[in-house]
């Protein structure tokens, strides 16, 4: 049948040689996999076809044996009424349902034996794309990790070692450097933290220093008023 001149091809093929010769493995595989679908829905729709003429020429032969039947009794009843003529028109027209069925029998049988070719096929196809599928996964993570493998053997073949380290030590200089710098920046800014404390200690000192002197002045002052008028008198 037409819908199946790509089958023979198809269930040949093997899919490692196809993914080896493929530019994109990942593709390959997946048209692989939807070539087979469309396939199997074709065939599945041939064999539904081949299907519904089987049932229609078995029904016809179930027509015609009931026909040759019918005429049989018809037969009968003509040759018990003394009518045979009659019979023999029935008995005629037996024979032309006889002819039928045979007709309608050879036909069934063809279309049988055809039905069960596109069925096997059909499963064929069906147990082809299930073998896909499931080794779709496993084909397409290899694919993946070659394409890995290879992009970084390419990366790591294409570079300056020496070049690669001088820039690193380079790097790790300026690094140094600006850790140098932070250092530095803190220290400056302790030291400048502890000249403001200095500052503030120093006032608080001085400011103590006077509150004192203030006191004792205050005091002398009290203690050397009487003093003053004792020796006036």
């Known amino acids: 049948m037409g819908v199946f001149s790509r089958i023979g091809d198809i269930l040949k093929a093997n899919i490692n040689d196809l993914i080896d010769r493929a530019e994109d493995p990942e593709k390959m595989v997946k048209q692989?996999?939807?070539d087979l679908q469309k396939e199997v829905s074709q065939a599945t729709q041939a064999l539904g076809k081949a299907m519904a003429s089987e049932r229609i020429a078995k029904r016809q032969c179930d027509n015609a044996e009931q026909t040759a039947a019918d005429w049989e009794?018809?037969?009968k009843a003509a040759l018990a009424a003394g009518e045979v003529e009659l019979a023999k028109k029935a008995l005629s027209n037996k024979v032309k349902a006889q002819e039928?069925?045979?007709?309608?029998?050879?036909?069934y049988q063809q279309i049988s034996a055809q039905t069960a070719q596109v069925r096997e096929q059909v499963e064929q196809l069906k147990a082809k794309l299930e073998e896909a599928k499931s080794r779709q996964a496993m084909l397409v993570a290899r694919a993946q990790m070659a394409k890995t493998q290879k992009n970084l053997a390419q990366s790591v073949g294409g570079i300056d070692a020496s070049s690669a380290l001088d820039k690193f030590d380079r790097m790790e200089e300026k690094v140094t450097r600006q850790e140098a710098e932070a250092a530095a920046f803190a220290e400056m800014s302790d030291l400048?933290?502890?000249?403001e404390e200095k500052t503030f200690t120093q006032l608080q000192h001085d400011a103590a220093v006077d509150a004192e002197l203030q006191r004792l002045m205050a005091e002398m002052g009290k203690s050397s008023a009487p003093q003053t008028e004792g020796s006036t008198i």
């Open 32 to 34: 692989i996999i939807l």
């Open 73 to 75: 009794e018809k037969a």
């Open 100 to 107: 039928d069925l045979e007709n309608y029998r050879n036909m």
């Open 192 to 195: 400048s933290k502890t000249a």
